[in-house]
């Protein structure tokens, strides 16, 4: 059974930082890429960043570059991202995402809320 649990969402006033984790499990980890996806409030699911399942190549939506890292640690089956400079657009909540092996996403988690606001 493919389970993602994603943690450390929470407030935070912009500029300042968070780190999201998503625990994996059900499913061998590091064989597949992964995805964080977003949807802020009234709006539609946005698919922040990629990784690949050796975290050798990772994309990052434009507005989110330079800003946001993405990484794994395959011996732990953890998804992260680092997120800096957050700023009231990227209030969301934010979804870690197993990729079904063609650019389609097969199983998701049930979020961690992020609030940028002073």
């Known amino acids: 059974q493919v389970q993602l649990v994603e943690s450390g969402g929470g407030l935070v006033q912009p500029g300042g930082s968070l780190r999201l984790s998503c625990a994996a499990s059900?499913?061998?980890?590091?064989?597949?890429?992964m995805y964080w996806v977003r949807q802020a409030p009234g709006k539609g699911l946005e698919r922040v960043s990629t990784i690949d399942s050796l975290g050798y190549n990772s994309y990052y939506v434009d507005s989110v570059k330079g800003r946001f890292t993405i990484s794994r640690d395959n011996a732990k089956n953890t998804l992260y991202l680092q997120m800096n400079s957050l700023n009231s657009e990227d209030t969301a909540v934010y979804y870690c995402?197993?990729?079904?092996?063609?650019?389609?996403?097969?199983?998701w988690g049930e979020g961690t809320l992020v609030t940028v606001s002073s």
């Open positions: 995402a197993k990729d079904t092996g063609d650019n389609g996403v097969d199983y």
């Open positions: 059900g499913f061998t980890f590091s064989r597949s890429w």
